[in-house]
């Protein structure tokens, strides 16, 4: 089993835009479902979104659709997550996780292969 490494993270004032990388070479074109999900001090872990390789369906928590994009980068063998309109609320730790059956954010148990994550500042 191979762990992801997720890069990109940073400062950024409110308003702006962080694209996250998750280096996922091991996963990406052996069926897995690659998910994205973030933690900060005061709240659990929460999915953010999620992308299926075999079909590429996306998912997302509902709070954030609209502003945050999942997306593959098979040239850099990359999964990405472009943030929009950041708000200090974003602000966490990004982590990155595979799952070998089915898809979607509910069950974080189902994933595995954590990274090391990639801190995310957003200043007001």
């Known amino acids: 089993q191979v762990p992801l490494v997720e890069s990109g993270g940073g400062s950024v004032q409110a308003g702006g835009s962080v694209r996250l990388s998750c280096a996922a070479s091991a996963y990406m074109y052996s069926g897995y479902c690659i998910g994205w999900f973030r933690q900060n001090p005061a709240k659990e872990r929460e999915g953010v979104a999620a992308?299926?390789?075999?079909?590429?369906?996306?998912y997302y928590a509902d709070s954030l659709k609209g502003r945050f994009t999942i997306s593959p980068d098979y040239a850099k063998s990359s999964v990405d997550l472009q943030m929009n309109n950041l708000k200090t609320e974003d602000t966490a730790v990004y982590y990155c996780?595979?799952?070998?059956?089915?898809?979607?954010?509910?069950?974080?148990?189902?994933?595995?292969?954590w990274g090391q994550g990639t801190q995310v500042t957003v200043s007001s």
């Open positions: 996780a595979v799952r070998s059956r089915g898809c979607g954010l509910a069950a974080q148990r189902l994933f595995s292969n």
């Open positions: 992308i299926d390789t075999r079909d590429s369906s996306t």
